[in-house]
């Protein structure tokens, strides 16, 4: 089953735009991590948020978690074609120790 | 080794065929986890083994897939009896443990069943 929903399945930007992904996901998280897929293959751990943090930021990336609404964003900064890839977002259930992972967006950047 | 590693990157095989499926992970990580994705879709949970603890096997989708993990270092992932909707990217991730940790991901195993 999947936990996750992400938001919007597909993203197409100019380099130097901003890009903001949604997710959104159903039960009680112990925490909520995003990843980067290029070419289908492994994914790349980019940030990992826990349950009673609201904001964290790793470079370009912010992410935001709001528990009360079960969602959360990420916020690539200044894209570049580089960034070009599929984002997903992971939870961590409450008591269960493994990753669900949500549907994925992919995200377009042109130079 | 540096990273997680999984052999073959890809297979090919005839329906009905037995197929075993490799993943070495990064040394000292006690965590160790398979998924598959279906070609433009979301990561399937298949199983997660916990240093000594039983695996969670509910992801499997029936009995003829299973999982071992020997000396609580590589595992091999079977699937007896390929059908075609196995056809899959089979990635293996591991972690230090259970908890706040993120994940590696090995390259994965593209399997098809002809």
């Known amino acids: 089953s999947q936990q996750g929903e992400e938001d919007p399945q597909a993203l197409s930007i100019q380099e130097g735009e901003n890009a903001t992904m949604n997710c959104s996901y159903k039960?009680?998280?112990?925490?909520l991590q995003w990843y980067r897929q290029n070419s289908g293959r492994g994914l790349v751990h980019l940030i990992l948020?826990?349950?009673?943090?609201r904001e964290k930021h790793s470079g370009r990336l912010r992410v935001t978690l709001d528990t009360s609404k079960k969602s959360s964003s990420l916020l690539i900064t200044a894209s570049r074609a580089a960034d070009t890839a599929s984002y997903f977002c992971?939870?961590?259930?409450?008591?269960?120790?493994?990753?669900?992972f949500g549907t994925g967006t992919r995200l377009q950047v042109f130079p | 080794g540096a990273g997680v590693s999984q052999s073959p990157s890809n297979k090919v095989t005839e329906k009905g065929k037995d197929v075993e499926l490799r993943c070495d992970p990064i040394?000292?990580?006690?965590?160790l986890y398979w998924y598959r994705q279906s070609l433009g879709q979301g990561l399937e949970f298949l199983i997660y083994?916990?240093?000594?603890?039983?695996?969670?096997k509910s992801g499997l989708p029936s009995d003829r897939f299973s999982a071992e993990r020997t000396g609580g270092s590589v595992s091999t992932l079977t699937i007896q009896r390929t059908q075609q909707e196995d056809s899959a990217v089979y990635l293996c991730?591991?972690?230090?443990?259970?908890?706040?940790?993120?994940?590696?991901f090995g390259s994965g195993t593209r399997l098809t069943v002809v």
């Open positions: 991730a591991s972690s230090p443990g259970s908890g706040n940790y993120g994940y590696t």
């Open positions: 039960t009680s998280i112990n925490n």
């Open positions: 948020i826990r349950s009673n943090e």
């Open positions: 992971a939870t961590d259930e409450w008591n269960t120790d493994k990753l669900i």
């Open positions: 040394s000292g990580h006690t965590a």
């Open positions: 083994f916990q240093g000594n603890s039983a695996p969670d």
